[in-house]
């Protein structure tokens, strides 16, 4: 169905509605994923934004079967991601049997706000969670993984929106369950834009990927903030952050296809296909008309593999040439030298498809013009000291990749040479 179809679909069945020829539960749509249940007291609860766990059920005396959902797609089902709030457990020590696997250490939250990696006693297996409270704590959240939610992003752009009144956020469009999808934008309006670089980013293609938008907020962040770097930056270039792209899937607690089981990643062929690449297409095609057009655009992604080191995926000759191979390879190093948190130590390659991705698109109609790329990161390991990877980590790197930028483009330094700006960095 695409975009035009849908909204007359929903006129139709708002008239049915109104005439009083359909029901009203025909708008009421439940989610298997989204449920409360109480069981030997205790309260579980996946019915919120992000939320997911398909069932609960009592195994025996405080042991728990809890079913991670599997989001169905015309691309094949995807399970991992899975969100939920435990209430009443104050005194508790109980088990929940859940198939984990793929992150062999979840996240736990007892204040809604901070979250930790499990211990190895809290996570003894990739189908095991033992979880034992204080009589002073009576709620807390697990997660797959450091999440971030459609309201709980949005929250974050605002806040870094709002540093400045020449920071702007706007409505791009509404995705196919009417969600906004929100760009954020951001420079120096001091100076004229006709010596600046434009910079896209965007995150959540698939929707279980928090990786992707954790880094993306720290770009943001970077970019936002009243630093000399941040002001260095905006001096030079205009970012637009696009921070949920697949923000159903987000919203609905999915691991990876939208509200109606579709790859967005994959609709570059087609766009007006669905109104969340339509949308994006739409502006892109605004800003490559426009004064400014995007130089770099990249896409922010997760991987389920357990690599060495997040990846940047190069794109190789012949499907493109290798001057942009160099081209690639040029941000690449910029990246590994801005942070100790990236070395490329898993380089990854892909010929690029000719149609169905948003680097396919900027390849065919701009060429060697817009340097687009994915990262891919991982919920293992970081590479400085191997302990588990965190939100900060993701945070670092994706400021690291706005301070790339100044590397890549070759702009002055702030202070010194290459050299300078890291220690000033740290
Ligand atoms: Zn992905």
New binding site residues.
């Given amino acids: 169905m695409k975009n035009g179809e849908r909204k007359h679909l929903l006129i139709l069945l708002l008239s049915g509605v109104m005439l009083g020829v359909l029901p009203l539960p025909v708008l009421a749509v439940t989610y298997l994923q989204k449920f409360t249940i109480t069981l030997q007291g205790i309260r579980f609860d996946s019915n919120y934004d992000n939320g997911s766990l398909e069932y609960v059920t009592e195994s025996g005396t405080n042991i728990f079967n809890c079913k991670i959902y599997e989001d169905s797609g015309e691309l094949g089902p995807k399970k991992y991601w899975f969100r939920f709030k435990l209430s009443e457990v104050a005194g508790r020590s109980f088990t929940l049997n859940i198939d984990h696997f793929q992150n062999p250490r979840p996240v736990i939250s007892l204040d809604g706000k901070k979250w930790r990696r499990l211990t190895a006693l809290e996570a003894p297996s990739s189908s095991k969670i033992v979880l034992s409270f204080e009589p002073s704590q009576n709620e807390a959240e697990l997660a797959f993984f450091y999440p971030s939610g459609v309201e709980e992003t949005y929250e974050r752009v605002r806040e870094y929106v709002n540093r400045c009144d020449s920071f702007t956020s706007k409505v791009i469009g509404q995705s196919f369950q009417f969600r906004d999808m929100i760009l954020a934008s951001a420079t120096d309006p001091a100076f004229p834009d006709d010596s600046k670089h434009r910079v896209w980013m965007h995150s959540r293609?698939?929707a279980g990927?928090a990786t992707?938008t954790l880094a993306l907020l720290g770009f943001l962040d970077a970019v936002t903030t009243d630093s000399l770097l941040g002001r260095h930056l905006r001096r030079y270039c205009i970012f637009n952050v696009l921070p949920l792209e697949n923000v159903d899937g987000v919203f609905l607690g999915h691991t990876?296809w939208d509200s109606q089981g579709i790859d967005p990643?994959r609709q570059w062929g087609n766009p007006d296909r669905i109104p969340e690449t339509d949308n994006m297409k739409k502006t892109v095609d605004e800003f490559m008309a426009g004064e400014n057009p995007i130089e770099v655009a990249l896409n922010m992604?997760?991987?389920v593999g357990n690599y060495e080191d997040t990846f940047f995926y190069k794109h190789v000759s012949p499907s493109v040439t290798t001057n942009f191979e160099a081209i690639q390879q040029r941000y690449i190093d910029a990246v590994n030298n801005t942070t100790n948190l990236f070395d490329n130590l898993s380089p990854q390659t892909s010929l690029l498809n000719s149609t169905i991705f948003i680097e396919s698109y900027f390849w065919n109609n701009w060429g060697e013009a817009v340097m687009a790329m994915?990262h891919?990161g991982h919920f293992y390991n970081r590479i400085t000291d191997q302990e588990w990877i965190t939100d900060d980590d993701y945070h670092q790197l994706g400021e690291a990749m706005a301070f790339a930028l100044i590397e890549y483009f070759d702009l002055p330094p702030v202070i010194g040479d290459s050299k300078g700006l890291f220690w000033f960095f740290y």
Wanted: no cysteine; aromatic share 0%; proline share 0%.
């Fill in positions: 293609a698939h990927e992707g990876r990643e992604h997760s991987t994915t891919e």
